[in-house]
Every structure is written in C-alpha cells, then in structure tokens.
C-alpha cells in the first residue's frame, strides 16, 4: 500500500474548511506564489491573503519499528499586504487546531488519509518580507498522520 | 502496515464528566444525559492507572512459580483541571457543590473535607475514541472517590491548576465484573 506523506495531508484537511478558503480561496500550498511575473493574472494577488504549509525541522521521529505514522513538523505562514490581512487566516488554523480530534481528510486522488494530530509547537512570530512588501505571520506545528490509507 | 491499523492508535485528549455515583453512562455516540456535569478543561494527560500487582507462589520442585494470584487491584484516574471554580474544588476534594455557601455577591467553600468522602461517577468520553474506527467511545467508573490530596500554587506568571485523582471503588449494583467500570466504543 502506498505511503501517504503527512504534509499532503495537513494540505488538504485546511483546504477542506470553508471558512479558511474562505479568507484565502485556493492560496494554500507548499510554497507560495507571490511575485510571479504575471503577477496581476497570475494565482496569488499581492493584495491577497495566502497561507503555506512547509516542513521545518523539530518533530522527534516515532520509533514505532512498523512505522504505521508519522510525525513532522511544519511551518504554516500567513501572508497579507498588511498585518490585518495576515492575521485572519492563521487565526483560523489555531482555531482549528484548538480542540482537534482524530479526523479523516479526503486527498486529491480520492484516498483518506487519518490525521491524529496537529498542535502548535509555539507562539505566532510576525515578520516581514521586504522584496515582496508582504507582511508575516508564522507558527510551527507538530502533525501526525497515519502512514496507510484508511479508505 | 499490516501488523497495525491506523484507527488503533489513539491519540488526543478525551473530556470528562462527572455525577452522582451510580448515574448510568449515556449510549456510545450520544450526549451525556443532563445528570452528567462537564468536568471543565484540563490540561496536559488525563490517564487511567490500573495497578494490582501478583504474587507468586512456588514449591521446592522447581524454580518457576507454579500459581499466581491478584489479591488486590485499584483503578485510578488522573488529570489536571485548568478552572479553579470553588465547584471544581469542592469536587476535587470529593466534597459537593452544596457545601459552598452563597451569601450575597460570596461564595465560601470549607477546606475541612470530612471523615466520608462523596462518591462520584466519572465518564471520560471522546468524540473519536474508538480503536476501530472513527467512531466514539468512553470509559465509565460508576463509583468513585476524588482522593483531594491537592496543591493549589500561586505564582507570578503561572496558573493555578487542580491536580484531580480520583479511585474507582467498586459498585455491587453493576453486574460481575464490572463493578470497577467498563470502556465502551462504537466500532460500525
């Protein structure tokens, strides 16, 4: 059986709640798109709020010998022209990380991935990128997720 | 992977209610009846302990013990309550709510806890508790006591928590072998 990779996983859970779409549409991703060339047309708007989820190190691995999940830890960033418009969307993800419990996510390619984690692993730090004028918000998270599809 | 299925793994915090001793536990999936209170929010682990050790019996023809027996065993319940509401401390101590006195815009609670500890039921319920599935599931004590040896510490820039424990002493009522309590989980 395939191995799911925990970061697509925490990917498509947030992509799944409405109200974040909502504050960032499909803005969501690896790595994120501003500053593109064709800006204007292109996916992310600098005017625009956008969230990336990226691995970061700091999780210690399970040692389960099966290594039936696993743990990383990511960073997820929030981008806005301003700092009211970055706030929002990781405001949104801390919510739904308070409280969590053990939820199904539907992938892409119609496999379920299992999540059985996701907690912040320490308080929001703003920044700011200067190249882009965008300003930052940024908290990392310990996530676990099975290994194996469950559905 | 074969060897372990995901929903096996059991991970996140569970949320506990309490009752008077004896109230029955709601059916796996369903809300806890009105006779059950919300325990307010913990924090860090809430753990179940069983303990009881054996102990072993052994002749002069061998070197292994031949028979083991357990004389005795206990259950208990640990967690941490972030709320310190005199209610959640009256608990705690295994007194009641009704030994707060309301006066006014006062409450009092007494520290003198008394020779007969209140007997509570507890039930630990989670939305997503089940080894089999994503399903719910909880763990019932149907008779219990919350031991009130607690350390209540103010500082500067930390909180204040009660540390609860409580002990499951049995309840005859219940049918054999349960008398300590059961986990119950959905699992279709």
Known sequence: MATLDPLEIVIQWLRSDADLRGLVGDRIAVRHKYGMPDEASGPWPRSLAGLTVTPTAGATPL????????RIRVEVVSYGPDP???EPPIRRVLALA??????EVVLADGAVGLLYAVDPDDSPAADREPDLALDMLRVPFIVQAAAAAVA | MADSAPYAELIGAVTIYVAVAGTAPPTVGQAPSASWVLYGCTTGDQTIEETGPLIYHYDNCGQAPTK?????EDTMVKFTIKDS????????????????????????????????????????????????????????????????????????????????????????????????????????
């Open chain 1, 84 to 86: 009211e418009t970055a």
């Open chain 2, 68 to 72: 083991a027996v357990r004389p005795q």
């Open chain 2, 85 to 188: 509401t005199l209610e959640n401390l009256a608990r705690a101590r295994s007194q009641t709510v009704g030994d707060i006195v309301t006066s006014g815009t006062t409450k009092t609670l007494p520290i003198t806890k008394g020779f007969v500890p209140t007997e509570y039921a507890l039930l630990m319920v989670g939305d997503a508790d089940s080894p089999y599935g994503a399903f719910p599931g909880y763990n019932y004590f149907p008779r219990g006591v919350f031991e009130g040896e607690i350390t209540q510490t103010r500082s500067k820039a930390a909180r204040s928590e009660i540390a609860v424990s409580y002990h499951v002493i049995e309840d005859r009522t219940q049918a054999a072998g349960f008398e300590q309590g059961w986990a119950a989980v959905q699992t279709s």
């Open chain 1, 63 to 70: 040692r389960d010998n099966c290594r039936p999940s696993r």
């Open chain 1, 98 to 103: 308070d409280g969590f419990t053990r939820s």
